[in-house]
């Protein structure tokens, strides 16, 4: 193809089609440019109605520019970051590494930092392009697989945590405990002060802990179940999960890649898939590190709670428990219940459950498709104990490992996590959701 740049306004975003080095170089300068006339103006938080529409001017073009780069070059780049796909990097360091690289691609770690102190509404929403990247690297059916598989390799935490671990059967991650129990692995959530809300905090020690049980060989069944709350609404009782922390994402403290992706590409995906393993560990046939698991709500399971339920192996619930869904009531998407929710309880009650934020009570017929059983509150340990004998089979693990396949093939969640990294990256930063964040703070502090 021609050079056709002289028939392009100047701050109209490159089209990529002179080859990879050159389209890198035209984009790293118009990047460059666009930064350069956003450093120009106020924060955002200070800027005139007229200054923000030309912010969100030069934002649309660089997104433009990074969104034609990446389509046609997310493979190499990927290939550049990590060495060929010989090296597996989590989000944060490919984002880390790919701000060097091509400057202006990605934010900057110290971009990212100077807006993490910002409330949702002040923040410039560099998190978006964070959005395209990955959108474009889940997208490619050769980074995409990559990508995930690395996401499911165990955390240097974990590896670090794990020969104390097997030797005492238990270890301490602050807000959340793992606890061996003959052959069960017990992980307990006690981020009290929020009801077992989550936010990168919790995120990154649930994910420490699936690992742990994941690791030690001696753990055949793993459970999941909230501690006993302070809170004196709740004093005394154990809850599951009031899903996400709305005060942490108010004051901007729920990161993109960290939460929302990290999320769902690292903890939960390795309850589901289990952990995965390298092509040199001298098997015939690599195989994940999986193993079943258990849900024990005692009281609710609200959000994010209600999504890791979707992929447990066997849900218990007290018989006053219910789940809900208001994701759509708070502006964001439920991670991957818009994928998992309409396989389990069909497509009639996952809508009303993501539309109009319904109630559905374990113990009645809606609440059983969501859980396989409900309890007396006082009996949960005992039908908890009972199904991890169940589960302890060892046939359960191959057979899971298959159901999975074909009920979500690893392709499908790709393509589901490559839309999600770009439509959950533009709710954070719509003004609806922005206004909701504010009436919530408002509403919770008079």
Excluded at 156 to 179: E, K, M, N, Y
Excluded at 227 to 232: D, F, I, Y
Excluded at 243 to 261: A, K, P, V
Excluded at 398 to 424: C, G, K, T, W
Aim: hydrophobic residues 40%.
């Amino acid at each position: 193809m021609g050079n056709h740049d002289h028939d392009r306004p100047a701050d109209a975003a490159p089209a990529p089609e002179k080859g990879y080095a050159d389209d890198s170089t035209d984009t790293t300068a118009f990047l460059a440019r666009a930064a350069e006339a956003l450093r120009a103006l106020p924060a955002k938080g200070e800027r005139s109605g007229a200054q923000q529409a030309t912010a969100e001017r030069i934002h649309t073009g660089a997104r433009r520019a990074r969104r034609r780069f990446l389509e046609r070059h997310a493979d190499t780049v990927y290939a550049e970051l990590t060495d060929d796909r010989r090296a597996s990097l989590r989000l944060g360091d490919l984002a880390d590494q790919a701000s060097e690289l091509h400057p202006g691609l990605v934010p900057t770690k110290e971009e990212i930092e100077e807006e993490r102190v910002l409330p949702q509404r002040d923040k410039e929403g560099r998190e978006i392009d964070q959005g395209i990247f990955f959108w474009s690297l889940l997208n490619s059916r050769a980074a995409g697989p990559h990508l995930m598989d690395a996401m499911r390799r165990p955390t240097g935490q974990a590896l670090a945590a794990l020969p104390g671990f097997r030797a005492a059967g238990s270890v301490d991650l602050g807000i959340v405990t793992v606890r061996r129990h003959g052959e069960i692995g017990e992980v307990t959530v006690n981020n009290a002060r929020f009801l077992n809300a989550e936010d990168d905090l919790l995120v990154t020690a649930l994910e420490v802990a699936v690992d742990l049980v994941l690791l030690d060989e001696s753990i055949r069944v793993g459970v999941m179940r909230g501690a006993e709350m302070t809170h004196p609404r709740h004093a005394g009782r154990r809850v599951f999960s009031a899903g996400i922390n709305l005060t942490h994402l108010y004051r901007g403290e729920i990161s993109f890649i960290d939460f929302f992706l990290g999320r769902e590409l690292g903890y939960i995906n390795k309850i589901f898939r289990g952990l995965s393993a390298p092509d040199d560990s001298g098997a015939w046939l690599p195989e994940p590190v999986e193993k079943p698991w258990i849900g024990a709500v005692d009281g609710f399971a609200i959000g994010g709670g209600a999504q890791i339920l979707l992929v447990f192996d066997r849900v218990i619930a007290a018989d006053g428990a219910y789940f809900s869904l208001p994701a759509l009531r708070e502006g964001i998407i439920p991670g991957a219940a818009n994928l998992r929710m309409p396989r389990v309880a069909g497509n009639r009650l996952a809508r009303q459950a993501v539309f109009a934020d319904r109630r559905i009570d374990a113990a009645t017929p809606e609440g059983r498709l969501l859980c396989d059983e409900t309890v007396p509150g006082d009996r949960l340990d005992e039908a908890v104990r009972a199904a991890a004998d169940e589960l302890a089979n060892p046939a359960v693990v191959n057979n899971r490992r298959i159901l999975h396949q074909h009920e979500e093939p690893e392709d499908v969640f790709r393509r589901y996590m490559a839309s999600y990294a770009v439509e959950q990256c533009k709710r954070l930063y719509s003004p609806d959701l922005v206004e909701t964040l504010d009436r919530t703070w408002i509403s919770r502090n008079r």
